[in-house]
T-cell receptor, first 112, second 116 residues
Framework: DGGITQSPKYLFRKEGQNVTLSCEQN?????MYWYRQDPGQGLRLIYY???????QKGDIAEGYSVSREKKESFPLTVTSAQKNPTAFYLC???????????FGPGTRLTVL | KQEVTQIPAALSVPEGENLVLNCSFT??????LQWFRQDPGKGLTSLLL?????REQTSGRLNASLDKSSGRSTLYIAASQPGDSATYLC???????????????FGKGTLLTVNP
């Protein structure tokens, strides 16, 4: 079955630690995205990548980093510089041009 | 900067009722609008993508309309069922996107509860 997988489903981090969230897709999509969702707020774009080995900052990139070494994978690292990382993180992908985005199941990150 | 508003924030209806969810956007020069459904603790499911050249898009009991001139879209759900209970979000690309959807702006969603 084609789709987007995210792992882990739940992640706990101690303050000062970096953590990496995984996102994999087998839809053969060129573009991939990372969003953050907080209660009472809409989704906010962290980073996006239109093609392998290229990515752009979204609206709230500070404290986050990404890589796009393979078409299928777009991992997100939440660094210790992110002051309020507790949130629900969603990965998405789309064909080139981004006409319609498809989402993964999400990772809930909690800072202890 | 594009802003998207969804009213009401929450809606509770009895099963079987027809209902309308609203989405408004400030910059009307959009190429398309996408409606999503989100169940609690889950990712988003794409429901309908309506192009600016279309006025309506239908999928089963769902019908989305788009009125660019007024900056509004509506999602009509016919004969609602308890399984329709979820948060419904709309999203639009920037008006200067050239038709690409890389940087969507999302509304905060409408939480729909359909009571048996």
């Amino acid at each position: 079955d084609g789709g987007i997988t995210q792992s882990p489903k739940y992640l706990f981090r101690k303050e000062g630690q970096n953590v990496t969230l995984s996102c994999e897709q087998n839809l053969n999509h060129d573009a991939m995205y990372w969003y953050r969702q907080d209660p009472g707020q809409g989704l906010r774009l962290i980073y996006y990548s239109q093609i392998v080995n290229d990515f752009q900052k979204g609206d709230i990139a500070e404290g986050y980093s990404v890589s796009r070494e393979k078409k299928e994978s777009f991992p997100l690292t939440v660094t210790s510089a992110q002051k309020n990382p507790t949130a629900f993180y969603l990965c998405a992908s789309s064909k080139r041009g981004g006409n319609e985005q498809f989402f993964g199941p999400g990772t809930r990150l909690t800072v202890l | 900067k594009q802003e998207v508003t969804q009213i009401p924030a929450a809606l509770s209806v009895p099963e079987g009722e027809n209902l309308v969810l609203n989405c408004s956007f400030t910059d009307s020069a959009i190429y398309n609008l996408q409606w999503f459904r989100q169940d609690p603790g889950k990712g988003l499911t794409s429901l309908l993508l309506i192009q600016s050249s279309q006025r309506e898009q239908t999928s089963g009991r769902l019908n989305a309309s788009l009125d660019k001139s007024s900056g509004r879209s509506t999602l009509y759900i016919a004969a609602s069922q308890p399984g329709d209970s979820a948060t419904y979000l709309c999203a639009v690309p920037p008006s200067d996107s050239g038709g690409s959807n890389y940087k969507l702006t999302f509304g905060k969603g409408t939480l729909l509860t359909v009571n048996p």
